[in-house]
């Protein structure tokens, strides 16, 4: 079966990077365009960026450009957020996903505070 398992959360300051994974198995993964959703506590989960499925192509929400930069190794079935000059706003639980395609993974929690 389809699992999506993330990592890489954690706390940071403001101003700090984390770099985000998610290893994907029980489907063709270099098939499958990729997104990475965020949920902060009390809102609604929301789309942060995607990848086509070559990697040539990324899309990126407006509160991220120039910050956060989504890629995959299709080699390994995995696909990355780096995230740079993380604020406050940031501060979500992390999930990838085939756009909405399969089940939620368990995500993975992005504290950013002083």
């Known amino acids: 079966q389809v699992q999506l398992v993330e990592s890489g959360g954690g706390l940071v300051q403001p101003g700090g990077s984390l770099r985000l994974s998610c290893v994907a198995s029980?489907?063709?993964?270099?098939?499958?365009?990729m997104t990475w959703y965020r949920q902060a506590p009390g809102k609604e989960r929301e789309l942060v960026a995607a990848?086509?499925?070559?990697?040539?192509?990324?899309n990126y929400a407006g509160s991220v450009k120039g910050r956060f930069t989504i890629s995959r190794d299709n080699a390994k079935n995995t696909v990355y957020l780096q995230m740079n000059s993380l604020q406050p706003e940031d501060t979500a639980v992390y999930y990838c996903?085939?756009?909405?395609?399969?089940?939620w993974g368990q995500g993975t929690q992005v504290t950013v505070s002083s």
């Open positions: 996903n085939a756009g909405r395609r399969f089940s």
């Open positions: 029980g489907f063709t993964f270099s098939n499958y365009a």
């Open positions: 990848i086509s499925s070559d990697g040539g192509s990324t």
